[in-house]
């Protein structure tokens, strides 16, 4: 009897895409991640998704590393001060 995947995909995926997807991610290494990351960094805001340069990119996750805090925590950090002065 054929197995039935009960799990729905997005238009164009299906369970083996996503496992190569899933089997590229788990096996890359923290230096290839790292890279991959600092390349293209993209901020949702809302139902909008906003691309960083790669320079900019490359300076938040430095600063992140620096300050030993996660890329998301540290954007939203730096949004909230911003919003704060500005209120």
Do not use: C
């Amino acid at each position: 009897m054929k197995h039935v995947d009960p799990n729905k995909y997005p238009p164009g995926l299906d369970y083996k895409k996503v496992k190569a997807i899933i089997d590229y991610y788990d096996n890359q290494s923290e230096d290839e991640a790292i890279a991959e990351m600092e390349e293209g960094l993209a901020v949702m805001a809302g139902n909008r998704v906003i691309q960083l340069e790669s320079a900019i990119s490359k300076k938040i996750f430095d600063l992140a590393r620096e300050r030993k805090t996660t890329v998301e925590k540290l954007l939203n950090s730096m949004l909230k001060k911003t919003f704060d002065k500005v209120a």
